[in-house]
């Protein structure tokens, strides 16, 4: 059985097409994504913390030199990459404090439309940053786990 829309249902879907395209739609919806990733990157980095903590090898001076600045290594860019992730989560999510938004309907549309690509961007690079953050300390962990102590 094929669906054959009706002329109201067509007219009813252009509708709701042209107010989806519509910058203040596009500004909510990149907004809500950001505040989503600033979710989940809060609780991924403290999930990530909490097992290093406890799988981790408690005492890294038994590592010998060259894996013990790796962990070290892997730790440091890890966390950093995380922070600045959620620190881009943040700001995509919530703007800069202080941000001026001008009411003249020209410069608010183009307003709406600069900031839902900006959120776009910081969203895209808080993902990879993540991403990279969550590999170094898997990393990190992992290392622990096969070098032997000395």
Not at 120 to 144: D, F, N, P, S, Y
Request: hydrophobic fraction near 50%; aromatic fraction near 8%.
């Amino acid at each position: 059985m094929t669906f054959t829309p009706t002329p109201q249902q067509i007219r009813d879907a252009d509708r709701r097409g042209r107010e989806t395209a519509s910058p203040e739609r596009q500004l909510q919806a990149a907004t809500q994504q950001a505040e989503g990733y600033r979710n989940f990157l809060a609780s991924l980095t403290g999930l990530l913390t909490a097992v290093f903590v406890l799988k981790g090898q408690e005492d890294l001076s038994k590592l010998a030199d060259t894996p013990r600045w790796w962990v070290i290594g892997l730790l440091i860019t890890g966390f950093l990459a995380l922070v600045v992730a959620s620190w881009l989560g943040v700001i995509a999510a919530h703007g800069r404090p202080g941000e001026e938004i001008l009411l003249e309907a020209g410069r608010l549309l183009r307003y709406e439309k600069e900031r839902a690509r900006t959120i776009w961007l910081l969203v895209e690079c808080a993902r990879w940053l993540a991403l990279a953050g969550v590999l170094c300390v898997a990393a990190a962990v992992i290392v622990t786990w096969v070098t032997p102590g000395t």
